[in-house]
């Protein structure tokens, strides 16, 4: 079982773009990346999953991202991300695969926080 962290970044109806995470968030990466992370949703056109390595913080990231649009038609992007130690990932025997089950595709409004997820091989705890 491995512990990850996690966040969410959407534009929420009637309340704009507001970023979830669990608490772990800010001890695996820096302010900089999570913003970067944020904004990578502005480059997609269809629904995608992207696997990011961060050298430098030594963790993996994996997004899952789809573009949106609002009532009032502001386009914007659905953002679930989770971040993994790097060591940690290179033990996943399907890494690539491993993390679909644990992705949170569309919420109707945002919760008040979010857990820690566990990957595990057999397991998929929920998060929220």
Known sequence: MIKCEHFIYNLWP???????KSLGVTSLISSDTLRDLCLIGEQVSSETIMEMWWHKEKV???????????????????N?????PIM??????????IFAPYF?????EPPESLESI???EATVENPV
């Open 14 to 20: 009637d309340e704009g773009y507001k970023l979830l």
């Open 104 to 108: 949170i595709k569309e919420l109707t």
């Open 80 to 84: 679930h991300t989770i971040i993994i």
């Open 118 to 120: 566990t990957i595990g």
């Open 88 to 97: 940690d990932y290179l033990k996943l025997t399907q890494p690539k695969t």
């Open 60 to 78: 993996v990231t994996i997004s899952f991202i789809r573009p949106t649009q609002d009532k009032d038609n502001r386009k914007g992007s659905w």
